[in-house]
């Protein structure tokens, strides 16, 4: 990091004009051996050809944490007061893994724009919060969010390799970092094993896999002690921030509990890396079924084609799309937050043109604690007691009848005609017509 820096502007990648704006920061080919060796930091492109590269732990020690650092990588980055305001108010670092994804040297570039602290996060409207899902309030032990009766959400530590700008746990992550007790643990073991009806058990944080193998499995096995848990799930993004993490002996150490579930945070397809893709090659191949919960953010990922192209890497190197969440109301992330009109129309948009296990659920995660809720595009157009009818996501309308019930004492005048008229091969046809009159 210390080398001079020159000709980061000649670095950036040719666009091409049929391609959306959002994808032209990315390799081509999506492809990362050219993502770093495009990395729009030529000092980040000779440190990737360093035999430590590979090694998380280096990674981690050498994590970008000042945005002066970052200036001197990435010359056209605003330095301004207020971005070093929001760098003081939020925690910023960035492993040179992830830095290394930039393909040009401003905040334009979705993985600057996910990692540097900008002077947008320092408006604040008085609808974002710290804890906007207000987790503090619903974890009965410190650490440990019960909200929904047959699952928790269990915070291990406050650490994270990159502090994403939009995370919705800024006010656990990064400040001080840190990890769970033993005798935090050995509590959280008893409420799980007082409370049987929670089956499943979200270790997240921060993110988890920062830890020492050994202490990760300390926090796996002690959860597997509980009978009742049935399903261990593991919230990381090291998959994409710190993808050397994902070791065979990590692997090797946690497929003896499973079942583990894993679910990783893409957002954009220039994260999709021959890295990334080993990282999550491996996790699959021992059998951990993997999930990705990306964010919708402006300027990152909030077009139909760039989200198209995302969902389609992710299954390619089996990761399921699970949620696309829209963005949560916390405190900075002002900037990035979309109206939900778009997320309804890049669902549209992939609806009918994508692989169903290719589209995740579209949730908002409600103020104060209300929980998540799925928001779909609106596909019924009208109903009445006897049809729906629905448009697709080409517009095309067709009506789908009720089951037509002959108990004439159960049912309305209107249902009892129906099923008289619902006779023979214009079946359709008919109801069709009893439904208009
Ligand atoms: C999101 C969340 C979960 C997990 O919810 P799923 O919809 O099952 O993925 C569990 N607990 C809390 C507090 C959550 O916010
Ligand atoms: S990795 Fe997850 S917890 Fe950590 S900063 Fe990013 S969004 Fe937040």
Redesign the pocket.
């Known amino acids: 990091m210390e080398n001079s820096i020159e000709c980061a502007q000649a670095s950036d990648i040719v666009q091409q004009d049929d391609e959306p704006p959002l994808l032209r920061k990315c390799a081509p080919d999506s492809s990362a051996a050219s993502s770093i060796r495009q990395s729009a930091s030529p000092t980040l492109r000779a440190m990737a050809r360093s035999p430590q590269w590979s090694d998380w732990h280096w990674q981690l020690r050498n994590r970008i944490r000042s945005l002066a650092k970052l200036a001197e990588l990435f010359p056209r980055l605003d330095i301004s007061r207020d971005a070093l305001k929001a760098a003081e108010k939020f925690p910023q670092a960035v492993t040179p893994y992830y830095a290394s994804l930039a393909q040009t040297s401003d905040i334009s570039d979705p993985v600057l724009r996910m990692s540097v602290p900008q002077h947008d996060e320092l408006f604040n409207p008085p609808f974002l919060k710290d804890d906007p ?1 207000a ?1 503090e309030s ?1 974890m009965p032990i410190p650490g440990l ?1 019960h ?2 009766p047959d ?3 269990f915070l291990v530590t406050s650490a994270c390799p990159v502090y994403c700008r939009h995370c919705t746990r800024k006010r656990v992550t990064g400040e001080r970092e840190s990890k769970i007790s033993a005798a935090r643990l050995q509590h959280t073991v008893e409420y799980l094993t007082a409370h049987p009806e929670i089956k ?1 058990v ?1 270790v997240s944080g921060g993110d988890p896999l920062t830890m020492s193998d050994s202490a990760i499995e300390a926090i796996i096995e002690a959860l597997r002690s509980v009978p009742s848990v049935e399903i261990i799930r593991i919230g990381t993004r090291t998959p994409v921030t710190l993808p050397f993490r994902i070791t065979d002996e990590l692997v090797a150490r946690l497929r003896k509990y499973h079942p583990i579930w894993i679910n990783t945070h893409f957002n954009h397809p220039c994260e999709i890396t021959p890295e990334s893709t080993e990282a999550c090659r491996r996790l699959a191949d021992a059998g951990f079924p993997l999930g990705n919960q990306s964010v919708l953010l402006k300027g990152v990922n909030d077009d139909a084609t760039v989200m198209e192209t995302l969902l389609r890497g992710l299954v390619r190197i089996r990761v399921r799309p ?2 696309l969440f829209q963005c949560d109301l916390v405190a900075g992330v002002e900037h990035f937050r979309t109206p939900l009109s778009k997320g309804i129309e890049i669902m549209n948009h992939l609806r009918g043109r994508l692989s169903g296990i290719a589209i995740p659920t579209f949730v908002v ?1 409600l103020p104060d604690g209300c ?2 809720v799925p928001v779909l595009p609106e596909y019924v157009v009208s109903k009445s007691p006897t049809e729906t009818v629905f448009r697709n996501g080409a517009g095309v309308r067709a009506g789908y009848p009720e089951p037509v019930v002959r108990d004439a004492a159960a049912t309305g005048r209107r249902n009892v005609e129906y099923s008289k008229s619902a006779k023979g091969g214009r079946k359709s046809r008919r109801q069709r017509a009893c439904t208009a009159c």
Do not use: F, N, P, S
Request: glycine content about 6%; charged content about 40%.
């Open positions: 899902l987790e619903h969010v909200r929904y699952r928790a959400l499943d979200v699970y949620y995660d929980g998540k």
